[in-house]
């Protein structure tokens, strides 16, 4: 029997975590614009408290894309981001600088942090993974892996992991930076959407997708191949018999024994975990280029074709949809019961989970590409003009 679309909606909030302690830290907070505009703010869902600019303030018609989602760590009350200049800024909660460290090229992964050990792994896109003591900046080493890392790297007791742009998995030692293995498969010629699947580490499988549409599921001890699925082989031809993007462009989501990927044009895949075998697929959900999980049932899809979903993971049914008017829908960021996202050419966006209803928005006029990272009451986002965001969700002091 299927359940009433506003009883699932609200089973899949209770299942939801709830806020930690207080990551706001002390001081004064006031909006004082930032971009080519004045800022146009709407207050119901989110309160702005300040913004730091940490790239080039750039004039002109050419303004970069910036992809960097902060590293946060409440306990310690600091933020770790980059910027598309190349350079990482550790700051306090409410904003004041700790330390720079160039990082010779773009960063466009979010930096990958270990509170309890105190260290910081940022990745570029001159393809070099860079350790640093995360309390200074102190550099322990750094190892080129080649290729542009655009993700996220993912942690072991000894081991790291990447994936660049050009469709290589690395894995380094955590101590030495030195290469322990690697997993390559050749990119197809002709275009693709130009973001990149990150990594998943789940039950001894570290998941990932590349440019030809082909999910894998590696062995992180040795990078040896536990199973593959060509979700490319199930696409038709376009309506002129050109081929179509068969990207999957998603990081791997799993959720009990399923793993979640969309191809950008063959639609929503389950997996299972164990096999890769399909479970289902859903075609009509295309273009998707993240999927957030909103509770063990709800998934959010970020879609270049249908804007921002919220989907019944069990029955595949819009809850409801927002297209934004400019631009694509970024990354979405689900706390409580609000989602986050930004358009590539306009505002960041807050809706309401339950409903789709939009509850505020922040113009920057220079539009947002990056990821919102959300703790204990506090949510910070990179506008693609380098300015870092500072706001407080609703109920935060």
């Not at 990745?123 to 080129?144: F, I, N, P, Q």
């Not at 050109?242 to 990207?247: E, I, S, Y």
């Not at 990056?370 to 935060?396: E, H, S």
Request: aromatic fraction near 8%.
């Amino acid at each position: 029997m299927r359940l009433p679309a506003r009883l699932v909606i609200a089973s899949g909030l209770a299942l939801l975590a709830g806020c930690g302690p207080d990551f706001l830290g002390g001081g004064s907070y006031r909006w004082v614009g930032g971009g080519r505009e004045a800022p146009e703010v709407s207050t119901r869902a989110i309160r702005l408290r300040w913004r730091q600019q940490i790239s080039i303030d750039y004039e002109g018609a050419y303004v970069p894309v910036e992809r960097s989602r902060p590293a946060l760590d409440p306990g310690r009350d600091r933020l770790y981001v980059g910027s598309a200049a190349g350079e990482l800024w550790a700051m306090t909660a409410t904003g004041a600088r700790i330390y720079t460290y160039d990082a010779g090229s773009g960063i466009a992964a979010q930096p990958t942090l270990d509170v309890h050990r105190n260290e910081l792994f940022v990745s570029t896109e001159g393809g070099v993974v860079h350790k640093l003591d995360a309390s200074d900046g102190d550099l322990a080493w750094r190892s080129e892996v080649g290729g542009a890392i655009s993700r996220e790297a993912v942690l072991t007791e000894d081991a790291i992991y990447v994936v660049s742009d050009d469709d290589v998995v690395s894995a380094l030692d955590r101590e030495t930076g030195e290469a322990l293995w690697r997993y390559r498969r050749d990119a197809p010629e002709g275009f693709y959407v130009s973001a990149h699947a990150g990594l998943t580490l789940a039950d001894g499988h570290l998941l990932t997708a590349f440019t030809s549409g082909v999910v894998v599921s590696l062995d992180p001890a040795d990078g040896a191949v536990r199973w593959e699925r060509d979700t490319a082989a199930e696409l038709e031809p376009g309506p002129d018999g050109t081929p179509r993007f068969a990207d999957v462009d998603t990081t791997p989501l799993v959720i009990d024994d399923l793993v979640y990927i969309a191809s950008f044009a063959g639609g929503l895949y389950a997996l299972e975990l164990e096999s890769g075998s399909v479970r289902w697929r859903d075609e009509a959900l295309t273009g998707v280029t993240h999927i957030t999980a909103a509770s063990r049932r709800l998934l959010v899809l970020s879609s270049a074709e249908l804007g921002v979903a919220l989907v019944d993971r069990e029955d595949r049914e819009i809850l409801w949809r927002k297209v934004p008017p400019r631009g694509a829908p970024g990354p979405a960021t689900v706390t409580d019961d609000l989602v986050l996202f930004g358009e590539s050419q306009g505002g960041f966006i807050t809706l309401s989970l339950t409903t789709g209803r939009e509850l505020g928005r922040i113009e920057t006029g220079h539009g947002f590409s990056a990821r919102a990272a959300v703790a204990d009451g506090r949510g910070f986002v990179l506008t693609n003009g380098g300015v870092l965001l500072a706001f407080a969700l609703p109920g935060a002091r």
